[in-house]
């Protein structure tokens, strides 16, 4: 499984946006589908975005719908995701996961290789 770094959290006030990226390293990010999930502090980590490895096919959570947008740059090796009016509730840190030549999957079991995180912090 490719190997990747998020990168892009940070504090922001309520309303604001971001763009998390999560970069692979050694090889292509053409051939897998990448997920974002996020977990809040003493909450279950949870589903947010996948694209599939086409960047053709894409899913969302209901919550953020509307909100979030996931892209996928193949030449550039990286995924995003773009976060708009940005409500405290967001706050979590969020995961990056891959699966090779997948579906844009909302399950977590269907990724096997995770990254360390990049925490969003939304101030009211």
């Known amino acids: 499984q490719v190997e990747h770094t998020e990168s892009g959290g940070g504090l922001v006030q309520s309303g604001s946006s971001l763009v998390l990226s999560c970069a692979a390293v050694g090889r292509p990010f053409s051939t897998y589908a990448v997920a974002w999930f996020r977990q809040a502090p003493g909450k279950e980590r949870d589903f947010v975005a996948a694209?599939?490895?086409?960047?053709?096919?894409?899913t969302y959570e209901d919550s953020i719908r509307g909100r979030f947008t996931i892209s996928k740059n193949n030449t550039k090796n990286t995924v995003y995701l773009h976060m708009a009016n940005l409500q405290p509730e967001d706050t979590a840190v969020y995961y990056c996961?891959?699966?090779?030549?997948?579906?844009?999957?909302?399950?977590?079991?269907?990724?096997?290789?995770w990254g360390q995180g990049t925490q969003v912090t939304v101030s009211s």
């Open positions: 694209i599939d490895y086409s960047g053709l096919q894409t």
């Open positions: 996961a891959t699966r090779l030549f997948g579906g844009a999957s909302q399950r977590s079991d269907d990724y096997f290789a």
